[in-house]
């Protein structure tokens, strides 16, 4: 980016480095958002439905997970991706790839903690009806994960935002290295550290702007579904 | 919805791969934050994949990170300025050689009010034990780096043992140059920085160079080649063909020419045996 | 068509049911035929939903065994339920007759016939892409009947269908159940409406505090009542 521009002159002038920070964050955090969701929203479910022995510490320690340290998860993902660490043969370190694997331990906790009070509180509705209709366990996950599909997407958002806003995990396991794993965060941390706090501050107005846009599609995707499905 | 989401994942996935092929030829260069928030690299890496092909990814850590980094095989390239630090690295077998590249210099910051009175000097001992004296505040970077290295020699030099003889102004914030700049224009501070980082440093408030010119401030930067031997991953023919640019005409020009307002910030001296 | 396993008679065995501490019914034995509706009246507390919650297998019952068609061990696929207060799936009213019949097991290609014909039968059929969370009480009750109907059920029970709904809803509700009675499904049906039990049943069983009072036809009941609590629940004193 060039020096002693501001942040809207950058927007306006289609600045190519900004628009790769734009996209790389975007890319970043919504992959991470939707890998976690893979593990989050099953996993919220099955806390939900089953009763097995320890379930109540596991969802003590997810509910608790949703406050990880992003500083703490990036140094132990780190640890585990250095090339002097377990998985060190697999050269993730300092990839845009590490950053999305990191961020989605980060916000996994949300998801899995979200969904399960929101299912066990469906749950509690649909259990008479589902179990006359005398409806299998795995499919009364799904049919229980559909019906909740507008507070599931609040969810979702819940854990984009968090991914989104963090600058430690990212920092951390990406390395902010330009043009390559710099994500809006890291670039304000960075133009901070430079000492160009008005550039720093119009990077995160853009941020927000950015994350205000995401929910409102997000609004509007779930409105246009809820006029359709009650 | 379920095919929707397959063809979002396919994208996003080969937006994330796709980089990946097309950087074969790349390394990771372990690095200081003076190198990095100067703008030095900015300006001489377009130069260098230019001339050869080779991506350069900079790690922009304090010295002792840097180098920490490289000894984790986490980097192919550390390119630092703390002396001893590096020929120690070298000596443990986690670096091949060092070769020095170019020297800035340090420069007490302080504010313009100059609460220590020591505005003007060229005698950067004498500077610090009047800071100590007066307990004027002053920040430290306390994270390793090779500014902070060099702060706690000078310290050394000045005969005051820092760890038993600071108080309440000696603020130490276990953090980069730019990090440390920030604080210190909030406290109004004196600061121990490299003058290329302070000319590109755009948050002043009410700092200005308090001393420089003395010459134990004087900063030299080396280039070490992680060891393969240790690392078999590390790429050791694209690292060195980095570091033989950076040492030779073209590469110490580049860094030559880099100058903010004018004024150049790094000194090539590659050529100097005993730096 | 019918496999010929029933699973009637419905048998209870000396089952009593125990929910934290609280007896809901107790001890009791009756037997529950093929044929007329069986209606279950009482006073609330009575044990009425409990008896039915156990025939569907949705409570297990602390002691005594429960019979179908002889079996203890059953899978359920013939019997349905309406619950007093439906649950509508988020989806349209065709989703939710979809998906009954989907967890019925019936083949993709041949629910979207079954759904039209069990709309028309409920009376639903200008609401099918209606939502079918902003149907009325009313429609959504009858929709609730189409679904339990998509699963061809042998018994279909009811917990009090009509206790949330006003005169004109009911009577909708009351004629749908004339006509799935009148095709061969049992139908066993608690209600503290005297009126609806008059209306529908061909056996009442009468409940008093977890037990069963009196089991007889429904004409025998309403003119001359075995017990003294329930001719004085048939003449609306209260009864405890």
Request: no cysteine; charged share 20%.
């Amino acid at each position: 980016m060039h020096e002693g521009s501001s942040a809207l002159a950058l927007v306006l002038g289609g600045d190519a480095a900004l628009y790769a920070i734009v996209a790389l964050s975007l890319v970043v955090s919504v992959s991470a958002t939707l890998l976690a969701a893979v593990v989050g929203l099953p996993l919220g479910a099955l806390l939900a439905l089953v009763r097995f022995p320890g379930r109540t510490f596991i969802v003590v320690i997810v509910n608790a997970f949703m406050g990880l340290p992003p500083v703490v998860v990036g140094l132990a993902v780190y640890l585990l991706l250095s090339r002097s660490g377990p998985l060190g043969t697999l050269g993730l370190l300092f990839t845009p790839k590490a950053m999305v694997i990191a961020q989605a331990l980060l916000v996994m906790p949300i998801l899995a903690a979200l969904t399960r009070q929101t299912i066990e509180d469906l749950w509690a509705e649909y259990r008479d009806e589902l179990t006359a209709m005398r409806i299998g366990p795995l499919a009364r996950v799904m049919t229980l994960l559909w019906d909740a599909r507008f507070s599931l997407t609040t969810t979702m958002l819940a854990g984009f935002g968090r991914a989104a806003a963090e600058v430690g995990t990212v920092m951390i396991v990406g390395g902010n290295i330009d043009g390559f794993t710099r994500t809006m965060t890291t670039a304000i941390a960075l133009e901070t550290s430079k000492g160009d706090l008005p550039l720093a501050l119009g990077l995160g107005l853009i941020l927000i702007s950015l994350i205000v846009l995401v929910n409102a599609a997000a609004w509007g995707v779930r409105r246009a579904g809820e006029i359709r499905a009650g | 919805m379920q095919t929707r989401r397959l063809f979002i994942a396919s994208a996003v996935a080969a937006a994330l791969w796709a980089p990946a092929l097309a950087q074969e030829k790349s390394i990771v260069v372990a690095s200081t934050t003076s190198t990095e928030d100067s703008g030095l690299f900015g300006h001489i890496l377009p130069i260098f994949r230019q001339a050869t092909g080779i991506d350069v990814k900079v790690i922009a850590q304090g010295t002792g990170q840097a180098l920490d980094t490289a000894r984790r095989g986490d980097a192919d390239v550390a390119f630092v300025h703390a002396r001893a630090a590096e020929e120690k690295f070298v000596q443990e077998g986690a670096g091949v050689k060092r070769f020095p590249v170019m020297y800035n210099d340090f420069v007490l910051i302080g504010p313009k009010s100059d609460p220590a009175g020591i505005k003007g000097s060229k005698d950067i001992v004498a500077a610090l034990k009047a800071v100590q004296a007066k307990g004027v505040p002053f920040v430290s970077r306390g994270d390793r780096s090779g500014t902070h290295q060099a702060e706690l020699a000078l310290w050394k030099q000045a005969g005051i043992d820092i760890a038993t003889g600071r108080g309440p102004w000696y603020r130490d914030i276990g953090q980069g140059m730019g990090a440390a700049l920030n604080t210190a224009s909030s406290m109004n501070a004196y600061v121990l920085a490299d003058r290329g980082t302070w000319i590109s440093f755009k948050n002043r408030g009410d700092l200005a160079i308090a001393v420089e010119g003395d010459a134990k401030l004087f900063n030299q930067y080396g280039v070490i080649l992680v060891n393969p031997d240790k690392h078999p991953h590390v790429k050791a023919a694209l690292g060195q063909a980095f570091i033989d640019w950076l040492i030779s005409r073209p590469g110490q020009k580049a860094i030559a020419d880099y100058k903010i307002d004018g004024q150049q910030l790094f000194f090539p001296n590659a050529d100097r045996p005993g730096a | 068509m019918r496999p010929p396993v029933s699973d009637l008679p419905l048998v209870f065995e000396d089952v009593s049911a125990l929910v934290r501490d609280v007896t809901l019914v107790n001890g009791i034995s009756l037997q529950v035929d093929a044929g007329a509706p069986t209606v279950l009246v009482g006073p609330n507390g009575a044990g009425k939903s409990t008896l039915i919650r156990l025939a569907m297998g949705l409570v297990a019952p602390t002691s005594g065994r429960i019979t179908w068609g002889g079996r203890a061990e059953t899978d359920g696929q013939r019997r349905a339920m309406v619950f007093q207060r439906p649950v509508m799936l988020r989806r349209s009213v065709a989703g939710n007759i979809g998906y009954a019949l989907h967890a019925a097991g019936i083949a993709r290609a041949a629910r979207r016939e079954r759904v039209a014909d069990l709309l028309a039968q409920a009376g639903l059929a200008h609401l099918t892409a209606r939502p079918a969370r902003r149907l009325s009480g009313g429609e959504q009750q009858r929709l609730a009947l189409a679904r339990a109907l998509a699963r061809d059920p042998e018994v279909l029970f009811l917990d009090e269908p009509t206790a949330s709904l006003d005169p004109a809803a009911t009577k909708a509700v009351e004629d749908i159940l004339r006509a799935i009675a009148q095709s061969g499904v049992k139908l066993v049906m608690a209600t503290h409406d005297l009126g609806q039990a008059r209306r529908l049943a061909g056996e009442i069983v009468f409940m008093l505090r977890g037990s069963v009072g009196e089991q007889s036809g429904a004409e025998r009941f309403f003119t001359a009542p075995a017990t003294p609590e329930g001719a004085a629940f048939i003449r609306g004193d209260l009864v405890i």
